[in-house]
């Protein structure tokens, strides 16, 4: 089992440009979460999907930011255009089912907007 | 509008069991404690939740009063490898709109 995959680890990109963020659920997972953290908020969830669909996307900042889920175990984060005030960690997690809260982070991507 | 109350920070001594207390006096019938932690640059990794029971698995113990308004969380023999940020959450499981609120939980630091 190899986890929850997120990829690019690192992005460093600079003010203005689309950066896109990738995350592979578990296998067999049906939930998906999208959190960012950072010093000043902590761990907070911006969105979550449920069999591919957006359950919440209440902390979803503003318009700039987008989920999608393409496949059921597949999902992006898109920002577009992103600020440097978007420098944070995000992180994907997956559970296996809507309303089980045993969610299997992935490692992150670190996040620089210049 | 946090749920839960956790001291900002603990220390621990290496081999010795440390002791996590958490605060939850709001907490309702069909609410469940979690336990998880995140160790540093990593994502966070769960260990262990509980309705009213006492709970053990090979990572924890967590201890429920009898009233549900207080958990505490043991690690029963700390290793350096423990040094993490814990986090304490209630949550409603099963509920049609969960979701996972984390606040600033509890840094413990294992000092060899």
């Known amino acids: 089992d190899a986890g929850v995959i997120q990829s690019p680890r690192h992005e460093v990109t600079e003010m203005g440009q689309e950066v896109t963020l990738r995350c592979k659920l578990i296998s067999g997972h049906n939930s998906l979460f999208w959190y960012r953290q950072t010093m000043m908020r902590g761990l907070e969830l911006l969105i979550y999907?449920?069999?591919?669909?957006?359950?919440?996307d209440s902390g979803m900042p503003e318009d700039r930011f987008s989920a999608k889920m393409p496949n059921a175990s597949f999902s992006t984060l898109k920002i577009q255009p992103s600020e440097p005030r978007d420098s944070a960690v995000y992180f994907c997690a997956s559970s296996l089912r809507q309303g089980q809260e045993t969610q299997y982070f992935g490692p992150g991507t670190r996040l620089l907007v210049l | 509008d946090a749920k839960t109350t956790q001291p900002p920070s603990m220390d621990c001594a290496e081999g010795r069991a440390a002791n996590l207390p958490c605060n939850h006096s709001t907490i309702s019938g069909n609410e469940y404690v979690y336990w998880y932690r995140q160790i540093h640059s990593q994502g966070p990794q769960y260990i262990i939740h509980g309705l009213k029971n006492n709970e053990t698995n090979e990572m924890a113990s967590l201890i429920i009063t009898e009233d549900r308004k207080s958990s505490t969380l043991i690690l029963p023999h700390a290793t350096l490898r423990d040094t993490a940020v814990y986090y304490c959450?209630?949550?409603?499981?099963?509920?049609?709109?969960?979701?996972?609120?984390f606040g600033k939980g509890t840094l413990l630091t294992v000092n060899p």
């Open positions: 959450i209630v949550t409603d499981s099963g509920g049609s709109n969960y979701k996972l609120t």
């Open positions: 999907f449920n069999n591919n669909v957006p359950i919440d």
